[in-house]
């Protein structure tokens, strides 16, 4: 079975550009949640999403938004990128909300 | 909202030797405590989790004590090997709650 898969791997940007990641859960799991993992912390949760509703939401400014489409994938956007938002952003799955989540490769995210 | 703390942020341990590492939380609704091991530049990878209506779980060389009263848990690691070595990350949720996540565990193991 193939784990949870992210993409891009990497993504350069500047101060003021959009981004957009993407996420694919582990067939069969219906929720995704998304973390900011700056370096040398642990995971901070950003958003979750279960049956394509958001059911959670971290303490991130509105710039962050994310969404989950009819087949579980989901986007993560994140608007007027800031140096701070210079992160490893990472995705889960489980097979319902409350359920062991897995997490994909993350996307590495400058922004210069 | 769900405090999670966790000690020592560094460990380094003979190899063969035991390593343990606590976490303590603040929610006494928190039912549900897992804990990742990430090597560098890859993902959290789930090791093990533990649930509040049980108090230890093994499996191989690793466990989990889990301390509900005092809203303290551990991670053992005994004979510990090199590819032991990596940051270990505990984390705690409940109910409608999301993982909140401690700083992390820098192992290493010295052969």
């Known amino acids: 079975d193939a784990g949870v898969t992210q993409s891009p791997t990497h993504l350069i940007k500047t101060r003021g550009q959009h981004v957009t990641l993407r996420c694919s859960p582990i067939?069969?799991?219906?929720?995704v949640s998304w973390y900011q993992q700056v370096l040398g912390q642990g995971p901070q949760f950003i958003f979750q999403?279960?049956?394509?509703?958001?059911?959670g939401r971290g303490n991130f400014p509105d710039r962050f938004s994310a969404r989950q489409f009819p087949n579980y994938s989901s986007e993560l956007n994140v608007n007027a990128l800031l140096l701070g938002d210079s992160a490893l952003y990472l995705c889960?799955?489980?097979?319902?909300?409350?359920?062991?989540?897995?997490f994909g490769p993350g996307t590495r995210l400058l922004v210069l | 909202g769900e405090n999670v703390e966790q000690h020592p942020s560094t460990l380094s341990v003979q190899e063969g030797d035991s390593a343990v590492i606590k976490c303590t939380y603040s929610?006494?609704?928190?039912?549900?405590f897992p804990w990742y091991k990430q090597e560098l530049g890859k993902r959290p990878q789930l090791i093990i989790d533990?649930?509040?209506?049980?108090g230890e779980k093994k499996d191989q060389r690793i466990a989990v004590t889990l301390n509900k009263t005092a809203k303290h848990f551990s991670l053992h690691i005994t004979e510990t090997q090199p590819e032991d070595s990596a940051v270990y990350f505990c984390?705690?949720?409940?109910?409608?709650?999301?993982?909140?996540f401690g700083k992390g565990t820098r192992l290493s193991v010295i052969a």
């Open positions: 889960a799955s489980s097979v319902q909300r409350e359920e062991t989540q897995y």
């Open positions: 067939s069969g799991h219906k929720s």
């Open positions: 999403y279960y049956e394509k509703e958001e059911r």
């Open positions: 929610d006494s609704a928190s039912n549900y």
């Open positions: 533990i649930r509040s209506n049980v």
């Open positions: 984390a705690v949720s409940g109910g409608n709650t999301p993982l909140v």
